[in-house]
């Protein structure tokens, strides 16, 4: 994937996700994403706060040190949460097969995303990739860089916000200024909306 963010024709999201704990039985409770549009075009944002299906409330995970990092409470996600279904239906609307979307953390967050997709009875649209394949083309000077610039920001631990703050990063090292970002419109209908 050569030269990814000098495309025209491929939109790049970076994704991000909270969730109940870590570790089996855990499940997702915010999806952030930052849509990278071109370079003249400021990086979108959007993420929702989802609400735990019964089966996640019954036999899941929660960890009251996760909810400590992110802080989102069990009983905000059940009652601010949107349902997994309109959760899955906005991905997928926003994440077609033509935008390439990262992580970085694809083990994790890919596990989060078919535990989603399932309890949704949807099928996921789009295809995760480990955040690397939009730095394979940089020189080893713009991998400090990028790595400089992640450890002077702090990690928000809120799924939109994080997915703001490695995109940004990401494109101010392949722009070589910082750009400007501006928040997703969301559909009629969103609840939980990252605050």
């Given at each position: ?7 025209s ?15 089996t ?28 299906d019964?089966?996640?409330?019954r ?35 926003l ?44 020189s ?19 799924a ?32 939980g909306?990252?605050?």
């Open positions: 994937m050569k030269n990814i963010l000098n495309r024709d491929r939109q790049v999201a970076v994704l991000d996700l909270e969730a109940s704990a870590l570790g039985g855990s499940y997702p409770i915010e999806v952030g994403v930052g849509l990278v549009r071109g370079s003249g075009k400021p990086i979108a944002t959007g993420s929702l706060l989802i609400r735990p019964k089966a996640w409330l036999d899941g995970l929660w960890s009251e040190a996760s909810a400590a990092i992110h802080g989102i409470s069990l009983e905000r996600a059940t009652n601010e949460g949107s349902p997994v279904e309109y959760v899955c239906d906005w991905l997928n609307a994440l077609r097969s033509k935008t390439i979307v990262t992580t970085d953390a694809p083990r994790y967050d890919q596990d989060w995303l078919d535990t989603l997709f399932k309890a949704a009875g949807r099928e996921q649209q789009f295809t995760l990739y480990n955040i690397e394949v939009l730095t394979g083309d940089f080893s000077d713009q991998h400090r860089q990028l790595a400089y610039l992640l450890s002077c920001t702090p990690v928000p631990h809120r939109g916000a994080d997915a703001l703050r490695l995109a940004s990063k990401l494109m101010e090292v392949h722009l070589g200024y910082p750009p400007r970002s501006e928040t997703l419109e969301l559909p009629p209908g969103a609840l909306r990252e605050s």
